[in-house]
């Protein structure tokens, strides 16, 4: 064991020395206390007062500056009057936000949508652009995209569309299957009071298969040619192809029907003879989770007075076709979604008829189409989309009934020719 010594003098110590017996000297190490440093009781108040001051301006500073709120599919936005909900989707679910928009593209050069945009009371969930609009100093539709896009993106000026009602604001959406991801549509709102809201979607473009068939590579000589190419199809194609059928100028006698995709029918004319269905097409529902959509042109639906030209429990559009005499030349009926440009209807007991129960509504041109002679040009019965009907540029003559909205659908009828 190590011998204890003074660190002073070297002399041997007791384990219990305190000091040394031969020096005097002390032991044990002391700690030298100091008093605390003095602050006078004035300035300390002002050092208090400062905090409280600085605390006090940053928080209005806070405040007052111009807020930024950002968003993907929706944002809240909160001011002295209450807190909103800023909604951008393609439905016309008012609550329903959509961060991402996927779109299908054929070979068409464009293909165009509606992205909305919706504001609601948080608390009540009620339409509430009104107010807000009045708020709002400027509103672009910005597009964030690859520069070297080969299709880029564009978009019109948003504006307020009658057609949609409930809706605070439209831009319509150009694309085409060469867009190139990312691509982010952004609304971007500036309020009056400084306060800027951005709210994002982005969209999603995925480039789909076109087949062509004429008679050039195909038998469309008979209904029964006509229907086993459909139901091969059917079963050789992908639901998101698209197919186009032109066909040939002869009536087919037999109904058709197309089911499980979308089926593009083009008529041709020889001579004083266009493609006919004198029988007429019937449009199956689709299953759950589809989305498609038929388009005839060019075709005339010959009847006797009897039956339905198109009865469609899914999305058809009819350009430039012929309905005579019919019961009904044009019906949709369950989700389905019919529209109808610059076609004539002649002489049927009622030339459109809508008794839909369910779906949304894609586009709301129902233009340039003639009406002459029908017991009831238009029967709205049932129409679950709450948008404008358009009938611009239609003539209704010699209808016994021009249009009977039985379900008080919006329609805008200030182009239309009545006589």
């Not at 660190?7 to 700690?31: K, Q, V």
């Not at 068939?213 to 091969?232: P, V």
């Not at 469609?312 to 009819?318: E, G, H, K, M, S």
């Not at 030339?351 to 129960?357: C, E, F, K, R």
Request: a negative charge; glycine letters at 6%.
């Amino acid at each position: 064991m190590k011998e204890k010594v003074c660190p002073h003098c070297g002399a041997p110590l007791p384990e219990e020395a305190s000091f040394c017996p031969r020096c005097a000297g002390s032991i044990n190490r002391r700690t030298v206390l100091k008093p605390p440093p003095y602050i006078p009781i004035p300035f300390l108040r002002v050092l208090i007062l400062v905090g409280i001051g600085a605390a006090v301006l940053t928080a209005l500073f806070i405040y007052f500056s111009p807020k930024k709120v950002d968003g993907t599919g929706y944002a809240v936005y909160t001011d002295a009057d209450g807190t909103y909900q800023i909604l951008s989707n393609v439905s016309t679910d008012r609550y329903y936000p959509m961060s991402l928009i996927p779109q299908d593209a054929g070979d068409a050069e464009s293909y165009r949508f509606p992205l909305r945009l919706y504001i609601n009371h948080q608390d009540t969930g009620a339409d509430a652009s009104g107010i807000f609009l009045q708020k709002v100093e400027t509103c672009e539709l910005l597009i964030e995209q690859p520069p070297d896009s080969s299709g880029p993106v564009t978009a019109t000026e948003p504006l307020t569309a009658l057609e949609y009602p409930g809706t605070a604001l439209v831009s319509y959406i150009n694309f085409n299957r060469r867009s190139s991801s990312p691509i982010w549509l952004i609304w971007s709102l500036h309020m009056k009071n400084g306060d800027s809201i951005s709210v994002r979607s982005e969209l999603s473009v995925t480039p789909i298969r076109t087949y062509e068939y004429s008679q050039e590579n195909a038998d469309l000589s008979t209904s029964k040619s006509l229907q086993e190419l459909i139901d091969r199809l059917v079963k050789e194609t992908n639901r998101k192809d698209i197919v186009n059928i032109t066909l040939p100028a002869v009536t087919y006698d037999e109904p058709l029907v197309l089911y499980d995709r979308a089926f593009n029918l083009t008529g041709t004319q020889s001579g004083e003879k266009r493609t006919a269905f004198s029988s007429g097409i019937q449009i199956r529902a689709a299953q759950e989770g589809q989305d498609w959509i038929c388009c005839f042109s060019g075709l005339d639906f010959p009847g006797d007075g009897n039956g339905v030209a198109i009865s469609a429990a899914n999305r058809v559009w009819t350009r430039e076709c012929c309905f005579t005499d019919w019961n009904t030349a044009l019906l949709a009926y369950g989700n389905a979604w019919i529209n109808t440009t610059d076609c004539l209807f002649e002489r049927n007991r009622i030339g459109l008829h809508y008794n839909v129960s369910g779906g949304g509504g894609s586009d709301t041109r129902f233009t340039g189409n003639t009406f002459r002679e029908n017991a009831t040009a238009v029967l709205l019965e049932q129409v679950a989309a709450d948008l404008r009907m358009d009938f611009t540029d239609c003539l209704f003559e010699g209808n016994d009934t021009d249009i009977d909205n039985r379900c008080r659908q919006p329609v805008d009828i200030s182009q239309a020719i009545f006589q």
